[in-house]
């Protein structure tokens, strides 16, 4: 079993920066990646960014040059930092441990950007 809980979320103005955080705990030591998803009102949840137990990463068009995924491996922590934010980045984001075949998600933290 795989515990997931994000923090860092809030209210930002247009232009602004945020940085995510999810703790995971438990049976950490195959996971094969981490994941960051968002889902705003009335849309179907999208993957934004994932970073593989190799380091590499992987970031959807929508957030390229602005998102950066990155993880602290004495921490147990994923971070999401994000930059120039926009009103069509709001959304609640969540976090996503894969540990084949399993899914684990976090509660998701709201990230509100203003215009």
């Known amino acids: 079993q795989v515990h997931l809980v994000e923090s860092g979320g809030g209210l930002v103005q247009a232009g602004g920066s945020l940085r995510l955080s999810c703790a995971a705990s438990g049976t950490i030591f195959s996971i094969n990646s981490m994941r960051w998803y968002r889902q705003a009102p009335g849309k179907q949840r999208e993957l934004v960014a994932t970073?593989?137990?190799?380091?590499?990463?992987i970031y959807a068009d929508s957030v390229k040059g602005r998102f950066t995924i990155s993880r602290d491996n004495a921490k147990n922590t994923v971070y999401l930092q994000m930059s120039s934010l926009k009103p069509d980045d709001t959304a609640v984001y969540y976090c996503?441990?894969?540990?084949?075949?399993?899914?684990?998600w976090g509660q998701g933290t709201q990230v509100t950007v203003s215009s």
């Open positions: 970073i593989t137990r190799g380091g590499s990463t």
């Open positions: 996503n441990a894969v540990r084949l075949p399993e899914n684990y």
